[in-house]
Nanobody, 124 residues
Framework: QVQLVESGGGLVQAGGSLRLSCTASRRTFSNNGMGWFRRAPGKEREFVSGISYNSERTYYADSVKGRFAISRDNSKSTVWIQMNSLKPEDTAVYYC?????????????????WGQGTQVTVSS
């Protein structure tokens, strides 16, 4: 069974940084866009960032633009998201997902593989 496994979450103070990783097993997603989503308590899942299959294009939600950076290494079947200047409102479970197409989407229904999520908690 194909798996996406996230890691790197944790507790950090406001202004701090975390780097989340997402590694795929049992298949490669080198031809697929990849995305990061998050779900905060009491809120709906929202798009955070996405990267095209060849890393040429990256996309960010306005709320994280300038603070987060997405990257990937297809040879390692891994996607990362570097999160800097973290704020309490960034607290959420973060999920990586593989898109059906080479370019990511902000719509969760365009993704057909999901990780189990990793908790990020930012204290004030």
């Amino acid at each position: 069974q194909v798996q996406l496994v996230e890691s790197g979450g944790g507790l950090v103070q406001a202004g701090g940084s975390l780097r989340l990783s997402c590694t795929a097993s049992r298949r490669t997603f080198s031809n697929n866009g990849m995305g990061w989503f998050r779900r905060a308590p009491g809120k709906e899942r929202e798009f955070v960032s996405g990267i095209s299959y060849n890393s040429e294009r990256t996309y960010y939600a306005d709320s994280v633009k300038g603070r987060f950076a997405i990257s990937r290494d297809n040879s390692k079947s891994t996607v990362w998201i570097q999160m800097n200047s973290l704020k309490p409102e960034d607290t959420a479970v973060y999920y990586c997902a593989a898109a059906r197409k080479p370019y990511p989407s902000t719509d969760a229904s365009d993704y057909n593989y999901w990780g189990q999520g990793t908790q990020v908690t930012v204290s004030s």
